[in-house]
Every structure is written in structure tokens, then in C-alpha cells.
């Protein structure tokens, strides 16, 4: 199963974001606390939509509280990574898999990543950008993950129109 953990997440549209990627990839979203927002907050309902209903997600209280409640393999986004976060396997579809993301302003701190330093990875980009967008990373890393597994159940055809719209539309 995969999994995406937000570190204490501050700003709102990106979180809505991420839930509305989750909901769209079968992911199950982790937010530990303290949280930059309330989730009731109209920010997250606008980029999240109306799907956040369908938003599998758990809050934690620290980070203690969230490593004591999950097992697995733990994966750290971080501009300090050394690897690119294509050099990883991913592709075993019984394995619980965490992807974590730091806050937008701090990160991940070092003492979280220490005991992780093999497994702390980087979306190559240029030097003009110190980072990307987390809800675009989150993006990144769940659609590696999914390729690998070749994206398990999800569907590879809209599923309102016909499998030959294009072909079949007189415009």
C-alpha cells in the first residue's frame, strides 16, 4: 500500500491538493501534527473540491505517535537527498510504503532524517530552484511509485466517454 505522511503541513491549498491526489490514486494520507490550518478551512475544500470526502487520511499528534502506529518502508523527500527518487524499488505491491514530505517553510529537520539517511531522495532540478512545490512532488513520487506497480487498479480510460471519443467526435 502506499502512503503519503505530511510533516506538519502549512499551507492549505497544498494539502487539499494532495488529499485530491490521494483520492485519485488510492492513497491513504498521514498528517501529523501540528497542522498550519483547520480542515475545515474553505482553502482546503477549494483545492481539494468535493472529493475530499473521499479522502482516506489520518492525523497523528508528533511524529513519535505516527512511527509508533505504522510499519514499513519510509521514504524521505528532501532537498538534502543525495539520490534521485527514481533509484528506489517500489514495485513490490504487498509492502506498506511511506512517502514523506516535509513542512513548505522547514522541511524535514535532520534529526527525523539521521536514522533515514539511506533512504532520503531528491527530484533532480536545476540550481535556481531550491524546491518544488510539495503538492507537485507528492504528485511526482505517487506516479513513479504507481508506475512501478503498473498503476495497480486505477483506470487507464476515462470512464464517462467512449474508448474512442476522439476517433468517434465530429469536431
Known amino acids: ?22 483520492v485519485a490514486t488510492h492513497t491513504k494520507l498521514h498528517l501529523i501534527k501540528p497542522l498550519g490550518f483547520s480542515l475545515d478551512e474553505k482553502y482546503i475544500k477549494r483545492s481539494g473540491v468535493n472529493y475530499i470526502k473521499y479522502c482516506d487520511y489520518t492525523i497523528y499528534e508528533n511524529i513519535d505517535d505516527f512511527f509508533s502506529k505504522n510499519k514499513g518502508t519510509y521514504y524521505f523527500l528532501t532537498r538534502y537527498g543525495h539520490k534521485p527518487h527514481t533509484s528506489f524499488d517500489y514495485s513490490n505491491k ?3 510504503i511511506y512517502f514523506f514530505f516535509g513542512k513548505e517553510s522547514t522541511g524535514i529537520p535532520p534529526k527525523i532524517l539521521k536514522p533515514y539517511i539511506d533512504n532520503c531522495m531528491r527530484i533532480p532540478m536545476t540550481d535556481k530552484v531550491r524546491a518544488l512545490n510539495v503538492s507537485n512532488t507528492v504528485a511526482i513520487m505517487l506516479y513513479e511509485a504507481l508506475r512501478q506497480q503498473d498503476y495497480l487498479d486505477l483506470l487507464k480510460d476515462e470512464p464517462h466517454k467512449s474508448k474512442n471519443f476522439i476517433e468517434e467526435s465530429g469536431d
Open 94 to 96: 504487498d509492502k506498506n
Open 1 to 22: 500500500m502506499l502512503n503519503i505522511v505530511l510533516f506538519e503541513p502549512e499551507i492549505p491549498q497544498n494539502t487539499g491538493n494532495i488529499m485530491r491526489t490521494c
